[in-house]
Nanobody, 125 residues
């Protein structure tokens, strides 16, 4: 059974930092590219960041570039999202997702096969 479990969300003030974690089980982690997406109330789910299976390539939405960093430790079956300089507009439920590495990295949520349950990030201004 494939499981993706996010953690690390919370309530912070603008300018603060958070690190999200996504622990993966039930699949060969190094065989999957990983992505982070977010969904704010009343909005569609949007791409945040993605990382290739080895960690050698990363991709970011323009809105988070320079503030967020995605990374992974394959030995721990875990992907991270370090979020610095948080803004009120970063408030959302954050989800991690997995996509087979042979299919490449994509920013489209529909292309990801497995999803976590999400973790809430709330940034007060």
């Amino acid at each position: 059974q494939v499981q993706l479990v996010e953690s690390g969300g919370g309530l912070v003030q603008a300018g603060d930092s958070l690190r999200l974690s996504c622990a993966v089980s039930g699949l060969t982690f190094s065989s999957f590219a990983m992505g982070w997406f977010r969904q704010a109330p009343g909005k569609e789910r949007e791409f945040v960041a993605a990382i290739q299976w080895s960690g050698s390539s990363t991709y970011y939405a323009d809105s988070v570039k320079g503030r967020f960093t995605i990374s992974r430790v394959n030995a721990k079956n875990t992907v991270y999202l370090q979020m610095n300089g948080l803004r009120a507009e970063d408030t959302a439920v954050y989800y991690c997702a997995a996509r087979p590495r042979l299919l490449g990295v994509t920013v489209n949520s529909a292309d990801y096969n497995y999803w976590g349950q999400g973790t809430q990030v709330t940034v007060s201004s």
